[in-house]
C-alpha cells in the first residue's frame, strides 16, 4: 500500500492499493492501529483502489475500522437505509442542484456520531466531489470578534417539520415530515426520543413540529483536545444557501450554477419576507435567542472554503473521517451518483 495526499497536506491521507483485497486490508487495519493514528491527525483517511464492490462490503470495511456503527439518524438529509445491511445508508436523497454546506455530521446532538465512512458505489461524472474541510483550521482563522460572540453564547438551532399529511408547495428548503424523521406516528415516541437526546420540542398548529438544539458553537475533540468549530450555522442560517452558491459557481463555473446563485440569493430574501425567523424550515441564532448577522456567515464560508479540499470520486472508494475535526458537504452534480454512508459514535 502507498500513502500521499491529493491537496498538498489537507484531508484526507490516501492509502492506495498495491493489489491487496478485502480480506488483507481488513486484516492489516485490525493489526496496525496506524490508521486509527491517521484518521485521528489528518482528520481522513481515503482507502482507494481495493476491490470494493457492495454496500455489505463497504460495511465489513467501516466495522473493521470502528465496530461501534450505529443506523440511529437524528440529522436533516433525506436518507434510505440499504437493503441487505443493518448500518448503510444512502448519504442524500436531495436533488443534484442542492448544495449541502460544510459540516461535522449531526453537530447539534448532544453526542453526535465519532466517525463518518462514506463509499462510492456509483462514481458521478460532473461534480457531486464530497469536499471536506478541517474545522481546527476553521476555528484558528476565523475573526476572533466573531469567534467570540459564537464561544461566549453558544447557538440554537431550530428546525421546523411539517405535518403527517401536509403536502410541500414550492419550497426548496422544506425539511421532511416528522414521523418521517422519527419513522413513527407516535408522538409519545417522538416526545420520548427527543428527551433521550437533549432536544426540545414544540408541536403547533396542524401537527407541526418545532425542535431546538442548545449546543456550544465550538468543541473540544474528546481525544486530542483541540478545539474545532463544530455547529451547523453555514448550513442552517437563512442567508447560508446563497452565500454558498456564490462559492460553488466560481468553483464550477456552469450556467446552472449561475442560475442557482441568483435563484438562491432571491429565494432567501423571499422567505425572510414571507415567515418569521424561527418559523424557517431551517435556521441558527445565537444561544441567547438573539440574531447571527448574515456577515457572519459570509465570513465563515469565506474561510471553509478558504481551507476545503476537492477531490475527485472513483469507485470503490472507502472515506474514513474524524467527525470532531473535519467536516463534508457535497457539490452540486449532474448525471448517475450513488454514496452510501454509514457511522460510529
Known amino acids: 500500500m502507498k500513502q500521499y495526499f491529493i491537496n498538498s497536506e489537507k484531508p484526507p491521507l490516501v492509502v492506495e492499493s498495491t493489489g491487496e483485497n478485502i480480506s488483507e486490508l481488513m486484516e492489516h487495519i485490525t493489526t496496525n492501529n496506524r490508521y ?52 448503510v445508508f444512502t448519504a442524500s436523497e436531495l436533488p443534484p442542484f442542492y448544495p449541502i454546506m460544510q459540516h461535522c455530521e449531526m453537530s447539534f446532538l448532544q453526542h453526535p456520531p465519532r466517525k463518518l465512512f462514506f463509499y462510492c458505489h456509483v462514481e458521478p461524472k460532473l461534480g457531486g466531489e464530497t469536499p471536506l474541510c478541517d474545522f481546527r483550521k476553521v476555528y484558528e482563522q476565523l475573526d476572533k470578534k466573531i469567534l467570540s460572540d459564537f464561544e461566549t453564547k453558544g447557538v440554537i438551532t431550530v428546525r421546523n417539520y411539517s405535518a403527517i399529511n401536509h403536502k410541500p408547495f414550492l419550497n426548496l428548503f422544506e425539511l421532511k415530515k416528522w414521523n418521517e424523521m422519527f419513522l413513527t406516528n407516535d408522538k409519545k415516541v417522538v416526545e420520548q426520543k427527543c428527551i433521550e437526546n437533549g432536544i426540545e420540542y414544540e408541536w403547533h398548529s396542524n401537527d407541526r413540529l418545532k425542535l431546538l438544539n442548545r449546543t456550544e458553537a465550538v468543541k473540544a475533540h474528546p481525544i486530542t483536545g483541540e478545539k474545532a468549530w463544530f455547529n451547523h450555522a453555514q448550513v442552517f442560517h437563512l442567508s447560508a444557501s446563497a ?24 429565494a432567501v430574501q423571499a422567505k425572510k419576507l414571507t415567515a418569521a425567523a424561527d418559523a424557517q424550515s431551517m435556521n441558527m441564532f445565537f444561544g441567547d435567542g438573539s440574531a447571527i448577522p448574515d456577515s457572519y456567515i459570509k465570513h465563515i464560508e469565506e474561510v471553509i472554503w478558504g481551507n476545503l479540499s476537492i477531490f475527485k470520486w472513483q469507485k470503490g472508494d472507502v472515506l474514513a473521517i474524524d467527525n470532531y475535526s473535519t467536516s463534508h458537504g457535497r457539490l452540486p452534480f449532474k448525471g448517475e451518483r450513488e454514496i452510501l454512508v454509514s457511522w460510529s459514535a
Open 243 to 266: 452565500y454558498e452558491y456564490q462559492h460553488i459557481h466560481a468553483y464550477q463555473k456552469r450556467l446552472e450554477t449561475f442560475f442557482y446563485k441568483l435563484f438562491s440569493a432571491f
Open 36 to 87: 486509527q493514528k491517521e484518521i485521528l491527525s489528518k482528520g481522513a483517511v481515503l482507502f482507494r483502489g481495493f476491490p470494493i464492490h457492495t454496500p455489505a462490503e463497504f460495511e465489513k470495511i467501516a466495522a473493521t475500522i470502528d465496530a461501534d456503527l450505529k443506523n440511529d439518524y437524528l440529522g436533516t438529509s433525506p436518507r434510505n437505509q440499504v437493503p441487505g445491511t443493518n448500518f
